[in-house]
Nanobody, 122 residues
């Protein structure tokens, strides 16, 4: 049974930083592309960042230069370092896993975590 468990969310002031983690189990982690998505109240789930099994990364324009996705295949964990946070970054953040080519479409990811809340105060 595949499980993705996010942690590291919380309340932070604008300009601050947070580091999210997503621990994976029940799959061969190194074979999977991992992604981070977020969903704010009343909005659709949106792509944030993705990292391939080999470490190639791609970001949404809204977070480029502020967020960094990374992975540790030995620990079966993917991270999202978030710097210079803005109130508009407030959302529930989800990690997700899929095999194969890069995509920003949530529906293309096969496995999802339960999410972790990030709140950025102004």
């Amino acid at each position: 049974q595949v499980q993705l468990v996010e942690s590291g969310g919380g309340l932070v002031q604008a300009g601050g930083s947070l580091r999210l983690s997503c621990a994976a189990s029940g799959l061969i982690f190194s074979n999977y592309r991992m992604g981070w998505f977020r969903q704010a109240p009343g909005k659709e789930r949106e792509f944030v960042a993705t990292i391939s099994s080999a470490g190639g990364t791609y970001y949404a324009d809204s977070v480029k230069g502020r967020f960094t996705i990374s992975r540790d295949n030995a620990e079966n964990t993917v991270y999202l370092q978030m710097n210079s946070l803005k109130p508009e970054d407030t959302a529930v953040y989800y990690c997700a896993a899929k095999m194969g080519l890069i995509t920003t479409a949530p529906g293309s990811y096969n496995y999802w975590g339960q999410g972790t809340q990030v709140t950025v105060s102004s």
